[in-house]
């Protein structure tokens, strides 16, 4: 892989949905120059355009820039946080993990009588950051704020990484390197776009999408593994290769789609595997649906124990999709 660097400096920036500024504004500096144009929409997406040759396509890549979270819904007499969701969080899972709000200050999350009977009620948690009241507290945060899990990149065998965010730096890191092997010479307009909010409903994607107007949309996301014991079934492995996307609950992607880059994986001599999931989704959904419809697909990474402190992806796997994007990008398609 070209730069971990990179992805370890994306994962370990804060930017929980609805806040991604500090993700975008990251995104723009380590760009600057790349792009034919670059748009920051009303929303607070990314479009990096890189312009083709006449006739070709426009092509929109989407990896989302949010990251999960909680955000303060109440502060307890006593100092204890209590939070509400931003995106999906699991109770078992965000259970003495540690967290980071936007200003530094961090917490540890606790739960109010057993875990077990918590059901995965995330109002059933709260934040301590060590307050001895809510005159202390408030001190350091205040109602509405935001924070993100906590935890630092680290390597593991096989040339895996754990990191928190990987859901979807990710992405982000594949776009950005993407970007960079782009030397202008591509058949066709590609729009890189960093949206935000997807863990809140895929929501700046259908906005970009809708604003670009895109003759295929491909969203660049992770996707749970099944290699694992786990509470879902599926085919995903991690180190199985970069994911096509065939189906997921939220879009059935274009199979013509599909076809181009299961060929554009055989030419390019990269290890892919087909990624079907019967939970969850990606931006492939809003992109699909908007304007008057669009052609739709997936580059996917299969990922273990995603949205925690404590992902894990192949760096093959991550590397397999930015290669993936770039054989993509530089097919001809008939008219």
Not at 76 to 82: M, N, P, S, T
Not at 98 to 124: P, W, Y
Not at 223 to 249: F, Q, R, T, W
């Amino acid at each position: 892989m070209k730069d971990t660097a990179l992805l370890e400096k994306l994962t370990q920036l804060w930017g929980v949905a609805g806040y991604e500024k500090p993700v975008r504004e990251f995104i723009l500096k380590e760009t600057e120059g790349l792009g034919d144009e670059v748009i920051t929409d009303a929303l607070g997406n990314l479009i990096i355009r890189k312009n083709g040759k006449p006739g070709g396509k426009k092509i929109m890549f989407a990896a989302h820039m949010d990251e999960i979270g909680f955000m303060v819904k109440k502060i307890e007499e006593d100092g204890r946080l209590r939070v509400c969701n931003m995106g999906w969080n699991w109770t078992a899972s965000a259970y003495n993990s540690r967290v980071r709000f936007k200003n530094g200050t961090t917490g540890v999350i606790g739960c109010m009588g057993s875990l077990e009977e918590a059901r995965n009620d995330v109002g059933k948690l709260y934040i301590d950051i060590g307050a001895s009241s809510k005159e202390d507290a408030l001190k350091y945060v205040k109602l509405g704020d935001c924070c993100g899990y906590d935890g630092p990149f680290i390597a593991l065998a096989n040339n895996r990484v754990c990191a928190k965010t990987l859901d979807n730096r990710i992405g982000c890191y594949q776009l950005m390197e993407a970007l960079r092997e782009n030397d202008g010479q591509c058949p066709n307009d590609i729009y890189y776009v960093f949206c935000v909010q997807e863990e809140l409903g895929c929501r700046g994607s259908k906005a970009a999408a809708e604003r670009i107007r895109p003759d295929m949309g491909i969203a660049v996301d992770i996707s749970p593994a099944h290699d694992y014991p786990c509470d879902l079934e599926g085919s995903n492995a991690v180190g199985g290769g970069i994911g096509i996307k065939i189906c997921d609950p939220s879009v059935v992607c274009d199979e013509d789609i599909v076809a181009a880059m299961e060929d554009c994986c055989e030419k390019e001599h990269i290890k892919y595997q087909r990624e079907v999931i019967d939970k969850g989704g990606t931006d492939a959904s809003s992109i699909n649906l908007s304007g008057m419809g669009v052609k739709t697909g997936g580059i996917v990474v299969v990922t273990r124990y995603p949205h925690s402190q404590s992902a894990v992806a192949s760096l093959d796997d991550i590397e397999g999709g930015v290669k993936l994007i770039t054989a993509f990008s530089n097919r001809t398609f008939a008219q």
